[in-house]
């Protein structure tokens, strides 16, 4: 149970920013400390995190928007929600692309010196798909999208495969920067390559590890600009680079039957007890139900979900009447669109809600080390200050906290000026697994 | 390689202490933050801990005192500290245990209600074993030591199968918190068995985790009260209690084949650098060789020895010469006798050395949380305050300083007055894998 200890902290922060905000001025009294350590304990004895996630990824397993997977989490989710004693439990519609990605991806370096050789590759998400016939081209390697456009310019990227190959800066401790710093090429780099006439793309898989297994992962196409793209596991992808050093001119051949169809009907699963004494302020916690299709997506984000939902399970379990709305969202369409985020804050905006506190878990389950705060700049400073001063209460379970994002989904109540959250487990194996 | 930045943690120690020692005061200056960078880069990037620790547990596998693998590590060490450019590597002799597990354990209960049931068991180290017949009684259940003593006054163990049953505290976030809550009951409670006439003990298996693997570890004879002594998976050990629940007496037969054999000469493997400007002043960094036989001894304490050797590498590769003696030592027997750390010890007693710092690492290879600091009450608390003033340099990499125990082999050396540090990985999975 105890990797889920961090759902309490969720609950903790709904309680913290109760008492903050009651009182005169904060107290990290022994009252608010024996409180926490009770949600530990609970939450460590008693939770239900592991029984749902085993549901969610070994029952449903992977749950891209728009799949029949992504329809039964939705069901699923719901029932657990509305077996909780929750004061409401609803769907909120959302409009979610619905991308497939067809029969297994083909790929094969054509070279004069080793021969052909496979290569294993993974379309990425929202990728339009080559056609039965595949696409065929000598490849140009490059190690930015600055350097695509500057060979795109020059003439360099016409009829080619242009391949981004830019590794993790393995020097970061923190895994979540070496994603940061590469995975520009994935979501931009394909488009960048079309604009220049590029007939397809491959992109080194986004992952710490050197092994045979590619991850995907969403590109977006701009201006109409369209070629397939596929990511390369990390050794095909050094396989590839070490064969274009010793030869001047390699081919690549790619076929995938990946294709977007007609966007489809699907759902956040939200849950609330209304609060005692402030219903009108929200506090979230929320993960998000989508995950890619070629894993369970456990970490990506069942861990993130059942986080959320063990938060309303684990009030219960104390008993706990709170003072302001807690509302529980399990976000659709993350992955590829954040149609379930844009339809949750274009509802909640009509409704003139105010979210005092968002806080969103996808960034794994591991052990947990803290929370990123972050918020809209008019506010955040002096909210900031105020949440800091809760930290002793914290510090003994190993935790910390820091200015830093949230979450893509929670991100879009910023302008609801509240503070946004997000849960900030150990990163060192999240590249392992993600996407993948 | 990331997990294994914690290796530059012994070497920044070693730095660091320097550093405080050589200054008028300390500064936690711009200049150490970008060595401990350069410590850092160094060993994400070209580290050498996962090829050994390959070899260490694929090639040659669990390796426990006195066995042909702890034989083989022993040589393979050496082979490995021999080639990195050290002023000297040696073997150090010592005399260890020499216990064999034999054929495979064979449990079963014998229920009255239930028919007679298979149970996963698996002899305790340094165990007698029961000889071709087995042995059988009716099982008592204690869930403590002081329990089983007074039972035993009680005369109501003789002739009976006593049954440690403590489960771990799932409330301890530490989890070597509630390992040292519940390991008593294996260390001491089949000797507290012997003496009060039972004929077996069986011992809940130290794990958090309730599923069909069984555990072994040390257990220790006193006075001469030896009876066989077999850890139970934890499933079993519920499968034992829910029919003792149910029928008021419930049967226990098993058999082992474990024995110990005459002591064997087995060696520590030291490699030392000679300081520069105060030789006599020796920082040991250090992890133990020996493991358990049953699995392959990765994270006790395959991946302490690599940490330990990479010190010493990566002090090579950036060309550092210590002005102190730095000494990587890897512990022979820690699992089941510290013979190795014994010899250490009282070499260096008579040589008359005195060990500034000493560290170990011996609690896994997850994700370096920090270090626990240890030392002779005559002097650790102004040592230590000394210390913490570094912190600062090493909190960006989410660590921590505390109080706390070091390592089995290290304590030895507690009398010598330096400081003896622990360090600390994340602790949550752990005892997923400890002596399994």
Redesign the interface.
Known sequence: ???F?LLTFSLLFAFGLSAQTDKAKPTNSDEDAFFIKDI??KA??DGRSYDWLMYLTKEIGGRLSGSPEAAAAVEYTYQMLDSMNMDKVWLQPCIVPHWIRGEKEQCRMISQRMGTVDLTCIALGNSIGTGPSGVSGEVVEVMSLDEAEALGKAGKLKGKIVFYNRPFD??Q?N?MAAYGGAVGQRVYGPTTGAKYGAVGALVRSMT?RTDDIPHTGSTVYKDGHEIPAVALSTIDSDVLTEALKAEKSVRVYFKTDCKMLEPKMSYNVIGEIKGSEKPEEIILVSGHLDSWDIGTGAHDDGAGCVHAMDVIHIMNQLGYKPKRTIRCVLYMNEENGTAGAKAYRDSSNVRKEYHLAALESDRGGF?P?GFTFDGHEDVFRPKFKQIIEWLPLLEP??L?FKKGGSGADVSYLKDQKGILIGFLP?S?RYFDYHHT
Chains 1, 2 share one sequence.
Request: proline fraction near 0%; charge should be neutral.
């Open positions: 149970m105890y990797k200890i530990y304990n460590l004895t393995q020097t401790v895994t710490n052990t080390r379970y190993g910390d150990d060192q």
